[in-house]
């Protein structure tokens, strides 16, 4: 006589939640991360443009013996602040501390949108940084 022997064939809810508990850890883990590595990445926007600006404003220097708030003397279309190339950051010029804007100029790099926790970016014309720069 024969006995029919019934296999099943799947998963047990057991496995199931174990899978989905694994992949909720690695989740965890690498979301930040990857926030952490396109906030990094996105910062490059900002100091591309802060040099570029800075660039301009040694040009100006080297004409005019003086550097400028009024980023329109530099050629950008705003007097006040200019947009990065991305939209990430915006971009001011001011006198550096305990100076005048004839000795020293302070540009600040003020991050936009998904940008903002990063903090701000400053380049002054002596070569000073702060913020998160490479």
């Given at each position: 006589m024969m006995t029919a022997r019934l296999s099943?064939?799947?998963?047990?809810?057991?496995?199931?939640?174990?899978?989905?508990a694994i992949i909720a850890i690695l989740a965890a883990v690498a979301l930040p991360q990857?926030?952490?590595?396109?906030?990094?990445?996105?910062?490059?926007?900002?100091?591309?443009m802060?040099?570029?600006?800075?660039?301009?404003?040694?040009?100006?220097?080297?004409?005019?013996?003086?550097?400028?708030?009024?980023?329109?003397?530099?050629?950008y279309s705003s007097s006040s602040e200019v947009a990065s190339t991305e939209g990430n950051y915006k971009i001011t010029a001011t006198a550096c501390a305990g100076a005048t804007i004839a000795q020293c100029v302070?540009?600040?790099a003020t991050p936009q949108?998904?940008?903002?926790?990063?903090?701000?970016?400053?380049?002054n014309s002596r070569g000073a940084k702060?913020?998160?720069w490479p």
């Open positions: 099943a064939k799947g998963f047990t809810l057991l496995e199931v939640m174990v899978v989905a990857y926030r952490n590595s396109v906030v990094k990445g996105t910062r490059s926007d900002g100091i591309q802060l040099t570029s600006i800075m660039s301009s404003q040694e040009r100006y220097f080297s004409n005019e013996i003086s550097y400028t708030s009024d980023l329109t003397d530099l050629g302070l540009l600040t949108g998904g940008q903002a926790s990063d903090g701000k970016l400053t380049l702060t913020g998160n």
